[in-house]
């Protein structure tokens, strides 16, 4: 069965960083590009980066995280990272991590219940 | 950058069929994805390439893709499926590939 597991979300002050994490299993993770989507409350999904398998070196950052955000995975561990500074207020979001899918076009096949990052004074 | 557009929402009473668009500038060319996402869920993938259900997925859930409208359509709806819909196509060729529409809340009266 496969499973995304989310973690690493909590309050933080403007301007702090968070890093969260996501654990996989089920899946042979190396294979596969990964992505982290968002959804802010009473708002609608955004995606945020996305990172190829390690070695097509393509990763691509969402306009409003660029320069703050970080996308990196660790093959060996299974596991996607997601470095998160200079936090402002409008991060403040469900982060969603998911194993992207490919047939003609790339979509998110599998996606983890997420983890919540706050930020606020 | 392209744009894809859903209505806020829509009702349907159970039993009947809900028709959930996303609307975009010849977005019959394109692969259209199709997310429901509830309360304290992750989002799941319902409909990938405009009409191919994922395992597990009800073939009460089906889509088509035409012109300028993609449309996600739910037979036989039950109070099981009311959710946020979310549209989704992948533009190649730019560094923000990723486009949703704002979803599309389904509410079973």
């Known amino acids: 069965e496969v499973q995304l597991v989310e973690s690493g979300g909590g309050l933080v002050r403007p301007g702090g960083s968070l890093r969260l994490s996501c654990a996989v299993a089920?899946?042979?993770?190396?294979?596969?590009?990964m992505t982290w989507v968002r959804q802010a409350p009473g708002k609608g999904l955004e995606w945020v980066s996305s990172?190829?398998?390690?070695?097509?070196?393509?990763?691509f950052y969402a306009n409003s995280v660029k320069g703050r955000f970080t996308v990196s995975r660790d093959d060996a561990e299974n596991s996607l990272f997601l470095q998160m500074d200079s936090l402002r207020a409008e991060d403040t979001a469900m982060y969603y991590c998911g194993r992207m899918e490919h047939s003609s076009t790339w979509y998110g096949g599998y996606w983890g219940q997420g983890t919540l990052v706050t930020v606020s004074p | 950058s392209y744009v894809l557009t859903q209505p806020p929402s829509v009702s349907v009473a159970p039993g009947k069929t809900a028709s959930i668009t996303c609307g975009g500038n010849n977005i019959g060319t394109k692969a259209v994805h199709w997310y429901q996402l509830k309360p304290g869920q992750g989002p799941v993938l319902v409909i990938s390439s405009n009409r191919d259900r994922p395992s597990g997925i009800p073939e009460r859930i089906s889509g088509s893709n035409s012109g300028s409208t993609a449309t996600l359509t739910i037979s036989r709806v039950e109070a099981g499926d009311e959710a946020d819909y979310f549209c989704q196509v992948w533009e190649s060729g730019t560094d923000q590939p990723w486009v949703f529409g704002g979803g599309t809340k389904l509410t079973v009266l």
């Open positions: 089920g899946f042979t993770f190396s294979h596969h590009s």
């Open positions: 990172i190829s398998v390690t070695g097509d070196g393509y990763i």
